[in-house]
């Protein structure tokens, strides 16, 4: 029973501090966890999309302006020369790659920056649909799943409709900031979509730790327990044993501390106890020889003697005082003495 009340306290003792840290802990993830999703930061995740946004806008329509002031010059030049002059318009233009396509789609001409390039870029069916619908085509995209390239398509006129591609390269810095928000943002909402979830998994690591801890806590608490109590149950013992007149009771002095300290004071009393009643022994078994020494010696006198205590009261007499008195002395041990003469 003391084991358990011990227990119960030490785990009380602890569980109350850990539950205020549990519970601040909890308060300030969630608040913590809310703060990395508040408006602000919300309105600057996606006005920094926007802005990214804009600027690639923004470049795709100048380069747009810049392919559509190309196609008047191709409009006068015959087919032998066209080649020569998409050569001369890519390298003023600062493109990457031109080409120049027929309404079927068949290549006429095309200038590359990179000479290995056999065939040039090739716009799919989905581009040649928007192109008949609008007439022009203007997006980023990359090309041959490397760097991004802007990709513009507009309509050449000419004795029979052509189209002229363009690949403008985007800058590096530019594509790698476009990238890098555009990547932040779609964490950010992958992250604003997981918030609950979140909360959740650390309030359960959280949970799991408080429930480790207490664990933890309540093990240590019976170790410790266990052993400060184990001196008291043997002192229990040694006191039952010294009840029951077992005076030779020594116990293991375990530690050096208070509980030892009382352990060795116990044994010292139970030593002195023991010596006590040795002595007593000793002592009594003194008395009944002396006591026996003086009858022997009271029996063989002739003279009658009669022993009397403080009050006149008949302690011992011997078969002289019976033979003198003629009466049984004996049957008057303790009464006065002049209890007899009015016998």
Do not use: C
Request: glycine share 4%; aromatic share 10%; charged share 20%.
């Amino acid at each position: 029973r003391l084991t358990t009340r011990m227990v119960s306290l030490f785990v009380v003792l602890a569980l109350a501090p850990a539950v205020i840290v549990f519970y601040f802990s909890m308060q300030f993830l969630h608040q913590g966890i809310d703060s990395w999703f508040n408006v602000e930061i919300d309105r600057a995740m996606e006005d920094a999309l926007e802005l990214s946004q804009a600027s690639l806008d923004q470049r795709m329509r100048w380069h747009l302006k810049q392919t559509q002031q190309l196609t008047e010059k191709l409009e006068d030049s015959s087919e032998s020369l066209v080649t020569l002059e998409i050569e001369n318009l890519r390298e003023q233009s600062g493109a990457s790659e031109m080409t120049l396509f027929s309404r079927q789609g068949r290549i006429i001409a095309s200038s590359s920056i990179n000479p290995g390039d056999i065939l040039p870029s090739l716009p799919d069916e989905h581009i040649w649909l928007q192109l008949r619908q609008n007439a022009e085509y203007v997006a980023v995209a990359p090309i041959h799943e490397e760097e991004l390239m802007i990709r513009v398509i507009v309509t050449v006129k000419a004795q029979e409709p052509q189209y002229l591609q363009a690949l403008y390269p985007v800058p590096v810095r530019i594509a790698d900031l476009a990238d890098s928000v555009e990547f932040a943002f779609v964490r950010y909402q992958e992250m604003n979509f997981l918030r609950n979830s979140l909360k959740m998994s650390f309030s359960l690591a959280l949970s799991l730790v408080l429930l480790m801890s207490l664990l933890a806590a309540i093990w240590v608490a019976f170790i410790s327990i266990r052993n400060i109590i184990a001196p008291v149950k043997e002192l229990v013992k040694g006191t039952q044993a010294v009840a029951s007149g077992h005076y030779d009771q020594q116990l293991p002095v375990i530690a050096q501390d208070d509980l030892g300290f009382l352990v060795k004071s116990f044994n010292d009393m139970t030593h002195r106890i023991a010596v006590a009643r040795d002595e007593t022994r000793q002592a009594g078994f003194e008395v009944e020889n002396q006591r026996a020494y003086l009858e022997t010696i009271l029996g063989n006198l002739t003279a009658g003697v009669i022993s009397f205590d403080a009050l006149y009261k008949i302690r011992t007499a011997n078969q002289a005082a019976y033979r003198i008195f003629h009466i049984h002395v004996n049957q008057f041990i303790g009464y006065r003495a002049d209890f007899i003469g009015t016998y």
